[in-house]
Each structure stands twice: as C-alpha cells, then as structure tokens.
C-alpha cells in the first residue's frame, strides 16, 4: 500500500503539508517530494506548492487504486491488487490456503476469468469488475450458499439504488437487469474433513463496458453515463459485511426470504439445463441450500445445479 498516495487521497481537494505526511509515513520530505512527482507522472493530478504543500485534483481512472479502495471500505480486509492476472478467484484460492485474513483480491484486467462449470467470463479492462473476497470460516460446509446470497443481495441492492431499476436475481447466482445479465457470481471453498475453511466469492459485474453478449448488459448500457468502479465495489463490499453481522444476529431466514422476493422466474414455468438433463416445469422454490424444486405434474424435482430458462410469457 502507498501511504503517501492514502495521505493525499484521504485530503483530497485539501491541501496537506510535506511536513505533515512525512510524520505520517515516517520518510523525508525530500523522499516524499520524489514520490509525489512519480505519482503525477502515472497521471495523478496533484498541485505543488512551497508554502501549502500538495493538493491532489485527480486521480487516474483507467486502472483501479487500491489505496482509494482501502479508505472507501470500512470493514477490516486486507487488499491484493494486481493490474492483470489469469482469475482473482484461482489467485485468492492459492493466497487463501495460507492466509488467514478477510482480503479482497481484485484486478484491471482478467485474461481467464472462470463461470461455472469451466466456462468463461468475460470482462473488458479497466472498465468493469472482477473481484474475490476471501472469507476464513470454519463452519459446516452446508453454510456455503448462504454467503452467495447475501453477496447476490449486496450486489442486487447496490445495482438498483445506483441505477433506480429493478434488479432481479435468477438462481443459482446470477444478477439480471430487463432480462439481461448484468453480474455473475462464482463460489468456491476450500474445505478440511467436511468443514468449510476459507470462502472465496468471485464477483464479476459489467460496469462502464458495452458488453458484446447478445444476453449481457451493463450499468453504462442502462443508464448512458460512467461509474466510479472504486465506489460501486466498496458499497457491495460494506453492504455484504452489513449483512454478514446482520445474519448473526437474526439468522439467515430474513435474507433468504428477501432474495426469493427478488427471484427471476418463482412459481412461473420454466425450464433447466443441468448439462445432463432438461427439466421443465414450474419452479415451485428454492430451498435454503440453494436447491431449486421443479414441479412437473404431481411430481416434485430437485436440482443442484444447473442453468434456468424462464418461460417468456
Ligand atoms: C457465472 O458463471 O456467471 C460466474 C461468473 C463469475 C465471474 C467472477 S469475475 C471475478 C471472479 N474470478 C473469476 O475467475 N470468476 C469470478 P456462469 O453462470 O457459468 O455464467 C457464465 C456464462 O455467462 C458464460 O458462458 C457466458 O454465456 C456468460 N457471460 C460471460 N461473461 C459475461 C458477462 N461479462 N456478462 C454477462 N454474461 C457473461
């Protein structure tokens, strides 16, 4: 983490002494002079003067900054950033399996982001988000959908309040807007003996990009006008951890009902790929375990996984 870069972003449009942010960082103000001049030539906007000190006016947005990030969110996490890696959720798994901390791992540009079952997702850089958050537990691993869905309801209620729509959630874990999809969610564990050890939610969301998917959307695609990716990632990061101690307290039945509100396709017919098989029919629940109940006639089927077509009426 730059310290200097946080002390200035943290007054930004103020001025800050050299003297100031010298004790603060513990280095000379002659080294902190150099720093803020490699800082404008990666494009920061800072004002220098000899009796004010600095003054930072921009900040670059083509690549995402950690140090804005790390103020921006308030629980305590620990932040990996890379401007370019394969996954954040392979590079969270391997960071994870030694490290014991909440952290949150994100990047500008993924070359091989993951969906399920070995299928792709595709972002464009330095214009959407592709993030995972690292989550140590020790719990039973039946718990691990729960953690989907307050993410899936963090992510739903950021989207909705940023663009004023109605943002809709199509099981298992997908975000969609006006029938499109917006957000995909990805969850993986790392398990010992049964035990869920360490949680890795992968987040991926079309932000400032006009997707080329015939079934994908964006926020700019919706509204006409760019986002801040620093704010919309750290609104879902503080709500998701609002929900997290809010779930402590009530349990997880008043967030499972606020997402099965917020269902696609509940008690309507529809229709499921499991990869295996093609089920259809009216899809009755989801249970608590993510489980999705068909119903066929007087016949009730229940699946694990798969991908739901909702029936256009
Ligand atoms: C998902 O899988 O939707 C989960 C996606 C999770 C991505 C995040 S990004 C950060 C983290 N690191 C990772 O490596 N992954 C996670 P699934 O339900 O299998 O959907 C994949 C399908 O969605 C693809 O086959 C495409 O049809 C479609 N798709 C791919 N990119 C998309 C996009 N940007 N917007 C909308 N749809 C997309």
Redesign the pocket.
């Known amino acids: 983490m730059d310290l200097v870069l946080r002390s200035l972003l943290e007054n930004q449009g103020k001025f800050i002494s050299g003297a100031q942010i010298a004790d603060t960082v513990g280095l000379s103000r002659t080294a902190i002079w150099k720093h803020v001049q490699a800082l404008i030539n990666d494009g920061y906007g800072i004002e220098c003067t000899k009796k004010k000190g600095y003054r930072l006016h921009t900040v670059p947005t083509h690549h995402l900054i950690p140090e804005k990030l790390s103020i921006l969110c308030t629980p305590p996490l620990e932040f990996f950033y890379k401007p370019e890696v394969d996954?954040?959720?392979?590079w969270a798994k391997e960071v994870m399996v030694r490290f014991v901390k909440p952290s949150l791992f994100f990047t500008d540009r993924?070359s091989a982001?993951?969906?399920?079952?070995g299928?792709?997702?595709?972002?464009t850089p330095g214009k959407d988000i592709?993030?995972?958050l690292g989550l140590p537990m020790n719990t039973d691993v039946c718990h691990y959908y729960q953690y989907t869905v307050l993410m899936a309801l963090a992510v739903r209620s950021i989207l909705a309040a940023s663009l004023q729509t109605d943002v809709k959630i199509k099981w298992p874990?997908?975000i969609y807007i006006n029938n499109k999809?917006i957000c995909?969610?990805?969850t993986e564990m790392l398990t010992e003996e049964n035990r869920l050890k360490t949680l890795i939610i992968?987040?991926?969301i079309?932000i400032n990009s006009e997707?080329k998917?015939p079934?994908?959307t964006s926020m700019i695609t919706i509204s006409g006008r760019e986002y801040d990716r620093h704010i919309i990632l750290s609104e879902i990061i503080n709500t998701f951890f609002k929900l997290m101690e809010t779930m402590d307290t009530q349990g997880f039945s008043p967030m499972y009902e606020e997402w099965k509100q917020n269902l696609m396709g509940l008690f309507q017919a529809v229709r499921i790929d499991t990869g295996k098989q093609i089920v259809e029919g009216t899809l009755e629940d989801v249970n608590e375990q993510g489980i999705a109940i068909i119903r066929s006639g007087d016949h009730l089927e229940h699946i694990y996984s798969g991908d739901l077509f909702v029936a256009q009426k």
């Open positions: 996954s954040t959720n392979l993924q982001g993951r969906g399920r079952l299928r792709q997702w595709e972002s592709a993030f995972s874990n997908d999809k995909g969610i990805l992968g987040v991926g079309n997707p998917l079934h994908a």
